[in-house]
């Protein structure tokens, strides 16, 4: 049995991350500093003077766009994978658990008012292995003495049936994130908890939402009045293209939430 209380957790997302802390049975999220939001974007810039940006001060101004070949998202869909991203300004490799270490200890420094070394993560229901290893060693990196590794789906069943007055009982737990889809069937049974059966696909979620309203909206849209054959045809524009769309078609996307209609700007570096 682990010799550390645990009251901490962290969801370590592919497109957002959060920290929690569970106190006198309540449980509180941890704001970030700059922007006072619940989440994170799990987004990594290394800037020419070798700083280290993380979160919304590298989502808001944009280093995304401008600097893509030092700023890095969705290196979560690549953890436990021989895959390296590659900094000309820091002139160093990064793994992805590197960039994730860097999320981490961004969150960790949200809290102010007392020192933790251990924490619970949250990892899709598909993780297995050398995803596992590689989430832990990002804990790790980011000083983090214990960590314990909880699937999503059942880290949402647990604060379901908190809540929930009837404890018995079967539910199907679905989470579309922004890399992962995951599902669990969970079943409770005298107020005792079991996963019956976890499934998911690792590369399936919100940013590819994002890719198909590119691809299938908006690149078919300039493409009829605007002269970009030559953008299309030269792989690197067209790619730099593409993924300046993607960053706009999140907000579009978001848009649609809670609007039935929304507009998008399409002048931009084409």
Same mark, same amino acid.
């Given at each position: 049995?682990? =010799?550390?209380?645990?009251?901490?957790?962290?969801?370590?997302?592919?497109?957002?991350?959060?920290?929690?802390?569970?106190?006198?049975?309540?449980? &509180?999220?941890f704001k970030s500093d700059r922007y006072q939001k619940?989440?994170?974007?799990?987004?990594?810039?290394?800037?020419?003077?070798? =700083?280290?940006?993380?979160?919304?001060?590298?989502?808001?101004?944009?280093?995304?766009?401008?600097?893509?070949?030092?700023? %890095?998202?969705?290196?979560?869909?690549?953890?436990?994978?021989? %895959?390296?991203?590659?900094?000309?300004?820091?002139?160093?490799?990064?793994?992805?658990?590197?960039?994730?270490?860097?999320?981490?200890?961004?969150?960790?420094?949200?809290?102010?008012?007392?020192?933790?070394?251990?924490?619970?993560?949250?990892?899709?229901?598909? &993780?297995?292995?050398?995803?596992?290893?590689?989430?832990?060693?990002?804990?790790?990196?980011?000083? &983090? =003495?214990?960590?314990?590794?909880? =699937?999503?789906?059942?880290?949402?069943?647990?604060? %379901?049936?908190?809540? %929930?007055?009837?404890?018995?009982?079967?539910?199907?737990?679905?989470?579309?994130?922004?890399?992962?889809?995951d599902a669990a069937l969970m079943s409770s049974n005298?107020?005792?908890?079991?996963?019956?059966?976890?499934?998911?696909?690792?590369?399936?979620?919100?940013?590819?939402?994002?890719?198909?309203?590119?691809?299938?909206?908006?690149?078919?849209?300039?493409?009829?009045?605007?002269?970009?054959?030559?953008?299309?045809?030269?792989?690197?524009?067209?790619?730099?293209?593409?993924?300046?769309?993607?960053?706009?078609?999140?907000?579009?996307?978001?848009?649609?939430?809670?609007?039935?209609?929304?507009?998008?700007?399409?002048?931009?570096?084409?």
């Open positions: 049995m682990s =010799q550390f209380r645990i009251n901490y957790g962290i969801d370590l997302g592919t497109t957002n991350s959060a920290i929690c802390r569970l106190k006198d049975g309540n449980i &509180f999220i619940d989440t994170t974007p799990s987004c990594v810039h290394f800037s020419p003077k070798k =700083q280290i940006f993380v979160g919304d001060r590298v989502y808001l101004p944009i280093p995304l766009l401008t600097d893509p070949t030092n700023t %890095y998202t969705e290196f979560k869909r690549n953890m436990g994978k021989d %895959y390296m991203y590659f900094s000309n300004n820091m002139n160093e490799h990064y793994s992805p658990e590197m960039l994730s270490a860097e999320i981490l200890k961004t969150l960790k420094n949200y809290v102010k008012d007392e020192e933790f070394n251990a924490v619970v993560i949250t990892v899709p229901a598909k &993780f297995y292995g050398v995803q596992y290893d590689a989430t832990k060693r990002s804990a790790e990196m980011a000083g &983090f =003495q214990y960590c314990e590794l909880l =699937q999503e789906p059942i880290a949402a069943s647990l604060a %379901y049936a908190v809540d %929930y007055k009837t404890k018995d009982g079967y539910w199907l737990v679905f989470d579309f994130g922004g890399g992962t889809f005298e107020g005792i908890m079991k996963v019956e059966d976890t499934e998911g696909d690792n590369h399936l979620g919100g940013k590819n939402l994002d890719l198909a309203i590119v691809d299938e909206i908006l690149l078919p849209y300039i493409s009829d009045r605007y002269s970009v054959s030559k953008t299309l045809s030269d792989n690197s524009k067209y790619a730099f293209l593409r993924n300046y769309l993607k960053f706009y078609a999140e907000f579009n996307k978001i848009d649609l939430s809670t609007a039935n209609t929304t507009e998008f700007n399409t002048e931009g570096p084409i």
